[in-house]
């Protein structure tokens, strides 16, 4: 069964030209910081890319969890576990030129290596829970918040209500289960070409029991379009120039209109991190966030205390920012923003959406608590603690992963019963 | 039938037209109004399922309309 589409309308120029403007002004922002720090503009650069594929892909981590119990769809999911794949070889690679030795205890500087322990499956369970209820994951929340979705902004606050409020608790889990929990990373034990290798093989057992469950639901069977795709008014080609711009408005009436394969979208946000993690670090979203947590819990009166232990973990734990506004997790973060913004706009696509019911800002917000809290305890979101996690060769990515599709389960009966 | 589910995010506008289906008279469409692209996918999935096709109209900026049908045409 295919679907029939209608041919599509041209994409209202006044969108195109906004979209050009804000373009325009992110280059401006970029320029502008680079007098701050050298590393803003990369930062800001990166995250304009990573908002921009998230938008054109549609990538969901929460639908990927969800669809799963909902209708045994498994494509979103798939597309992650590509990207995956992609950066664990990527990281490995990076990982064997900063230790050459492993086996000796030593592990990379910002590898996403995570003590495990309960705090990694109450922290993946209650995000997996919130992320179903607020219908995307943090990452999800910020592009969404870019393409105009106001649901998004109240799952926003959320986040920062939750990471807040885990600041708080934080010495608990510290004390009980955090400092005492061995970090897992798998090159220790089994060398890199081991690590890689039980990684990959790990990836794609996963592939083949998700295609199993898609197959046996009968949802594979379906041929549908990602999104409508063009007009398929392919010019005539006439030879020469002719061919040459028809082919090329095809290819980015492709690019800048239609939505892309979530294949693609996975691919590439793999590859894309393999660059950050050579430009500095991997890819995480929850970290500055944290820090923004605290400054406005702090604002209202109501601090934190110290944080045990926070500033000795690697990964998108709680931070503690000093006095200063800007940093290169700040330009990454709202980079995404910006990126989807840009990407929506020259779709056509930027549209403010506001929800139906109150109970929908209520869902959003407190899926957004749930997941800022779960963050906080699991050293990051669905990015930080599993899309980056996984490629470091830790075992903490895996707990997560598990961790995630039991609180998704949860949280789609619940989600369901909330219609 | 017009099913207006704007504003919706996944994966309601997809379970609202599933609950809609039997609702409908014999020979009558669905059009579900929706402006969240991932809809675009699942209501065609799971109607498919069903035995129903679809089509997809745009309608404006990040707004679309997506037709579930029975048979060989739409109206």
């Known amino acids: ?267 590439l946000l793999g590859v894309l991190n393999v660059y950050l993690y050579v430009a500095h670090m991997p890819w995480g979203v929850t970290g500055e966030l944290s820090r923004w947590a605290i400054k406005l819990y702090t604002l209202a009166g109501w601090a934190p205390g110290p944080l045990a232990g926070a500033d000795q973990l690697p990964g998108c734990t709680l931070t503690v920012g000093g006095s200063r506004l800007i940093s290169h997790s700040l330009m990454l973060d709202a980079g995404m923003i910006a990126g989807s913004l840009i990407a929506a706009l020259w779709a056509g696509e930027f549209h403010w959406r506001v929800p139906p019911h109150r109970r929908r800002w209520l869902q959003s917000a407190g899926g957004g608590v749930l997941m800022g809290y779960g963050a906080a305890i699991a050293g990051g979101c669905t990015i930080g603690a599993l899309f980056s996690a996984i490629p470091s060769l830790g075992l903490n990515g895996w707990i997560f992963g598990l961790a995630l599709l039991v609180g998704a389960g949860a949280g789609t009966r619940l989600v369901r019963r909330l219609a | 039938m017009l099913l207006d589910v704007r504003g919706e995010i996944c994966p309601y506008p997809m379970l609202k037209a599933v609950e809609a289906l039997p609702r409908l008279k014999p020979g009558e469409d669905l059009e579900v109004l929706t402006d969240h692209a991932p809809a675009l996918q699942t209501i065609p999935a799971y109607t498919g399922r069903l035995g129903y096709q679809t089509r997809i109209e745009p309608v404006g900026p990040g707004v679309w309309k997506v037709i579930v049908f029975k048979g060989a045409q739409a109206s």
């Open chain 1, 1 to 267: 069964m295919t679907t029939a589409v209608q041919p599509a309308r041209r994409v209202l120029p006044a969108s195109a030209i906004a979209g050009t403007a804000v373009a325009a002004g992110a280059l401006g922002i970029g320029l502008y910081t680079a007098g701050m720090n050298r590393e803003f503009p990369l930062f800001w650069a990166f995250g304009l890319a990573f908002g921009f594929i998230l938008q054109r892909s549609r990538f969901c981590f929460a639908s990927a969890f969800r669809d799963l119990f909902l209708f045994g769809s498994s494509r979103t999911l798939k597309a992650i576990l590509a990207g995956m794949a992609v950066a664990s070889a990527g990281f490995t690679l990076l990982q064997s030129k900063m230790v050459t030795m492993p086996g000796l205890g030593m592990l990379p500087p910002e590898a996403h290596v995570f003590p495990l322990g309960l705090h990694l499956v109450v922290g993946g369970v209650a995000f997996g829970v919130g992320m179903a209820l607020a219908g995307g994951c943090v990452s999800g929340t910020l592009y969404r918040m870019g393409e105009g979705y106001a649901g998004s902004y109240a799952a926003f606050a959320g986040i920062l209500a939750g990471l807040g409020l885990a600041a708080h608790t934080w010495n608990f889990w510290w004390d009980r289960s955090i400092s005492s929990g061995p970090a897992v990373w798998l090159p220790d034990r089994l060398g890199y070409a081991g690590a890689l290798a039980v990684t990959l093989l790990g990836l794609a057992l996963v592939w083949l029991v998700v295609e199993a469950l898609e197959a046996r639901s009968g949802f594979a069977a379906l041929a549908f379009p990602n999104v409508p795709p063009a007009a398929t008014a392919s010019p005539a080609l006439q030879g020469g120039w002719d061919a040459v711009r028809g082919r090329t408005a095809e290819l980015g009436r492709r690019i800048f209109r239609d939505g892309w394969p979530v294949l693609v979208g996975g691919l």
